[in-house]
């Protein structure tokens, strides 16, 4: 196998952007988005953390107590990130609330809605998009607000499988197009 570093990428910069569920979902990196897509603007240097956990039950025989089998009992995509603008769209997508604006919001024990999701993350001309068909805010991290530190707003989303049993698409372009 040869070493080609063109084949290495880095996610220098991106976007994420909500839109309401039934939104037409892109079918390619770099196909336009749909108007209802809303970028949340800046987010914290480490960008997104996309994490893939599964839970195993062991299947022992009796003979020996050897593992002949593993069952799959669960399995999570989430993707984390830190909405550093404050603005009506981070307010409505960190508290849940479809009513929020800039300048107000209303916190309560409400559910966050199910959204599409698509994360875009670029690395000079090579483009990764990630579509997440059903994905829900179901993780919220502290707020801080001091004097060193941009206030930000970390949320972990966990995304649902659609209709095809797929949680996410993703999809690459080497920009050679």
């Known amino acids: 196998m040869a070493n080609n570093a063109q084949n290495v990428r880095v996610g220098t910069t991106g976007a994420v952007t909500f839109a309401p569920m039934g939104t ?11 108007a209802a897509h809303v970028d949340v603007g800046y987010l914290g240097p480490d960008g997104v953390t996309q994490s893939i956990e599964t839970d195993v039950t062991d299947i022992t025989a009796w003979q020996n107590g050897d593992t002949v089998r593993k069952v799959q009992t669960s399995h999570d995509v989430t993707f984390q990130l ?13 508290y849940a609330d479809s009513t929020a604006t800039a300048t107000a919001v209303k916190v309560t024990g409400a559910q966050s809605p199910h959204n599409v999701v698509v994360i875009d993350v670029l690395d000079e001309k090579h483009t990764i998009r990630i579509v997440l068909p059903d994905a829900q805010v179901t993780e919220r ?7 060193e530190e941009a206030t930000g707003y970390d949320i972990t989303m966990t ?19």
């Open 24 to 34: 037409v979902l892109p079918t390619g990196a770099v196909t336009a988005l749909p």
């Open 82 to 94: 830190v909405m550093l603008e404050t603005t009506a769209q981070s307010l409505k997508i960190y």
């Open 141 to 147: 991290g502290e707020i801080v607000y001091q004097n």
């Open 159 to 177: 995304a649902y499988p659609d209709s095809n049993g797929v949680k996410a698409y993703i999809y690459l372009d080497d920009g050679e197009a």
